[in-house]
């Protein structure tokens, strides 16, 4: 299966510091990519998602970029607090309609240094 | 809106014993269900697809006999470790799709299942 293996990298970062973590994806079809952040012992949650058709795109605090072409995603945390400790998770939209499934690229452990 | 829960949120199990485990939209239909897996220290593995009334879609590699999955109604999927032994020990998470909304997939909390 996909990212079986891997283990996860991890970014460290000064409290209210800019956080940028990078993610590269595969499947040059995908058309639609999502951030999700997940805390010890729980499930992903949504933080910021993108379409194809994009390179940019922004929230409260977060801000998502795509470069298809060489296929790389990044989301950019602002002001990043202790609270934003977690691993977070690029995925990618494979297939179209209802045949499509959300498939998980590999994470990266954010911790935060006072 | 858009809530997914997990039953139980934990287990501990002997070799050898089945589990199962559900995964309920509890205020939205989903048509599809998702399940995934999650080792220590990895991202989440997409076990298989769940549609409802008809049978599950596996990934390539995971075993559609050990994990049984049905998806009886639009807010339930059931995953069922059969014969469970310690290296099916991990943490399972499923998602659900909302009805009409192909990008919209709502995680459930996970289940940490531990085999002895």
């Known amino acids: 299966g996909e990212n079986v293996g891997l283990h996860l990298p991890t970014l460290s970062v000064q409290e209210g510091d800019n956080s940028i973590i990078n993610c590269a994806y595969s499947?040059?079809?995908?058309?639609?990519f999502i951030w999700y952040k997940q805390e010890s012992g729980k499930g992903p949650q949504f933080i910021i998602d993108?379409?194809?058709?994009?390179d940019k795109r922004q929230g409260q605090r977060v801000t998502v970029l795509l470069n298809k072409t060489v296929k790389h995603l990044s989301l950019q945390i602002a002001a990043t607090q202790p609270g934003d400790s977690a691993v977070y998770f690029c995925?990618?939209?494979?297939?179209?309609?209802?045949?499509?499934?959300?498939?998980f690229g590999s994470g990266t452990r954010l911790s935060i240094r006072p | 809106g858009a809530v997914v829960s997990q039953h139980p949120s934990w287990v501990i199990c002997k070799s050898g014993t089945s589990v199962k485990i559900e995964c309920r939209s509890l205020?939205?239909?989903?048509?599809?269900m998702f399940w995934y897996r999650q080792f220590p220290k990895q991202s989440l593995m997409l076990m298989a697809t769940?549609?409802?009334?008809?049978?599950?879609?596996?990934e390539q590699g995971v075993e559609k006999d050990k994990f049984l999955i049905n998806h009886a109604s639009l807010t339930l999927s059931t995953l069922t470790v059969t014969s469970a032994h310690p290296e099916d020990s991990s943490f399972y998470i499923c998602?659900?799709?909302?009805?009409?909304?192909?990008?919209?997939?709502?995680f459930g909390p996970g289940t940490r299942l531990t085999v002895l």
């Open positions: 998602s659900a799709r909302r009805s009409g909304r192909a990008s919209e997939q709502f």
């Open positions: 499947n040059s079809a995908s058309d639609y």
């Open positions: 993108i379409r194809s058709n994009m």
């Open positions: 995925a990618e939209n494979r297939g179209y309609s209802s045949a499509s499934k959300i498939i």
């Open positions: 205020d939205f239909q989903a048509t599809t």
């Open positions: 769940s549609n409802e009334g008809s049978k599950a879609t596996y």
